[in-house]
């Protein structure tokens, strides 16, 4: 469970406080029984109990999104890349206007190098995926961590200026693929295991 709000974004008005949650699924079946698992789960029913408690007037949040993704072969798990105490966690979702320009997006990652890339210049993949569900298709949604906010700015400083990304981004194959790009830096909530 992550948080993210202006503060975390550098004095960003656009981000009001948000939560993010992370629930890696073995497959489709747990993601589509995930609700009635907690239902039946006496725990989490009382732990909930100010959640379901909460009046309609004053509800303790005012939306849920939801986004399945499916994690690509390079990086098919989620996985805690640092348990630093500053650690800063950055979401990136890459919208692309069509289907084939997402799948070239994707490739570029994987086959094309993209993420060794990232691996090599310290910005340690949390998890990649492809979104098959959810708000602003098609997209391939990401995140790093990093131990800290200087962290992130030398890696990202490193990424930039590192030759095989220059080729990469020169590919005119991969021309055109990510037509916006949302970016949230996240800090983890007290428990969180990533």
């Known amino acids: 469970m992550f948080w993210s709000n202006a503060e975390v974004n550098d004095g960003n008005a656009a981000y009001e406080t948000q939560v993010f949650v992370v629930v890696p699924h073995p497959d489709g079946a747990s993601f589509a029984e995930m609700d009635g698992r907690l ?10 109990a100010p959640l379901f408690g909460a009046p309609m007037a004053d509800p303790l949040f005012d939306t849920c999104s939801s986004a399945l993704l499916r994690g690509f072969a390079t990086c098919p798990q989620v996985r805690q890349v640092t348990d630093a105490p500053e650690r800063l966690l950055q979401l990136r979702i890459y919208n692309s206007y069509t289907i084939e320009r997402n799948a070239k997006k994707i ?3 994987e086959g094309g190098g993209e993420l060794a890339i ?3 210049c310290g910005m340690g993949p949390v998890f990649f995926g492809q979104a098959l569900a959810g708000d602003r298709l098609p997209n391939l949604t990401y995140m790093l961590g990093f131990a800290d906010k200087a962290a992130k700015e030398a ?3 490193s990424f930039i ?3 095989d990304w220059k080729a990469l981004k020169a590919d005119p194959q991969y021309k055109d693929t990510a037509n916006k790009i949302t970016n949230i830096l996240l800090r983890p909530s007290k428990g969180s295991q990533l």
């Open 39 to 48: 239902l039946a789960d006496a725990q989490y029913m009382k732990d909930a």
């Open 161 to 163: 200026s590192h030759p």
């Open 107 to 109: 490739a570029m990652f």
């Open 155 to 157: 890696a990202w400083k």
């Open 118 to 120: 990232f691996r090599a």
